[in-house]
């Protein structure tokens, strides 16, 4: 079955990490881009990161300020989000996705997504 | 800051035409492909239309996409209940340098 399976969300206080997982399964998981989206509480959808086929080339939303990172590895196809000094903002269902191509670009689109893992920010 | 604007919600009876927007401007949708995704809460969204027009296969064509100048289309016929859902729409921005996502609207089939 083609899918995208999230896990480790939870529950953490302000100032705290969480590492976020996704595995994907039933597609070439190498051959593509992926990124992350979060579904904040009221409002859109928000991307986070995206990561190319290689992982060599990175990219985050301009919200983010260096504190997450998103990273891969091919051989188990996995994708990762490191999430360092969370604060409350960042309380949100958080979404694996898959490119359509290899890399972000502004002609593909999101052909899979996970179901999310929910991530809440409190005290 | 850049936004893409859908309406809250939207509603329709079964077997009925029902359309809904997603307005934008020239630094994404004028410039670039936009793409509609079904979401039912507590599940995995769908990818409905991309490059604006286009369906997955196994998408029914009663999904249609369209798109003109700053502002992109939805449109679903043949209303059925399980159409009932929340619908986004996505775009590459050009100034973010990343994918810009619509607020969503919700459909109601009453």
């Known amino acids: 079955e083609v899918q995208l399976v999230e896990s480790g969300g939870g529950w953490v206080q302000p100032g705290g990490s969480l590492r976020l997982s996704c595995v994907g399964s039933?597609?070439?998981?190498?051959?593509?881009?992926m990124h992350w989206v979060r579904q904040v509480p009221g409002k859109g959808l928000e991307w986070v990161a995206g990561?190319?086929?290689?992982?060599?080339?990175?990219d985050y939303g301009g919200f983010l300020i260096g504190r997450f990172t998103v990273s891969r590895d091919n051989a188990k196809s996995s994708l990762f989000l490191q999430m360092n000094r969370l604060t409350v903002e960042d309380t949100a269902l958080y979404f694996c996705?898959?490119?359509?191509?290899?890399?972000?670009?502004?002609?593909?689109?999101?052909?899979?997504w996970g179901q999310g893992t929910q991530v809440t920010v409190s005290s | 800051q850049p936004v893409v604007t859908q309406p809250p919600s939207t509603s329709g009876t079964p077997g009925q035409r029902v359309t809904m927007s997603c307005s934008g401007s020239?630094?994404?949708?004028?410039?670039?492909?936009v793409s509609w995704y079904q979401h039912l809460p507590g599940t995995a969204p769908k990818l409905l239309i991309y490059?604006?027009?286009e369906r997955p296969s196994g998408v029914p064509d009663r999904f249609s996409g369209s798109k003109s100048g700053t502002s992109a289309s939805l449109a679903i016929s043949g209303l059925q209940s399980d159409d009932e859902a929340d619908y986004f729409c996505?775009?590459?921005?050009?100034?973010?340098?990343?994918?810009?996502f619509g607020g969503g609207t919700k459909l109601t089939v009453l």
């Open positions: 996705v898959k490119d359509s191509g290899d890399s972000k670009a502004a002609s593909n689109h999101f052909d899979l």
């Open positions: 039933g597609f070439r998981f190498d051959n593509y881009a």
């Open positions: 990561i190319s086929w290689t992982g060599k080339s990175i």
């Open positions: 020239w630094s994404n949708i004028g410039t670039n492909r």
């Open positions: 490059s604006n027009t």
């Open positions: 996505a775009v590459f921005d050009d100034s973010l340098n990343g994918p810009l």
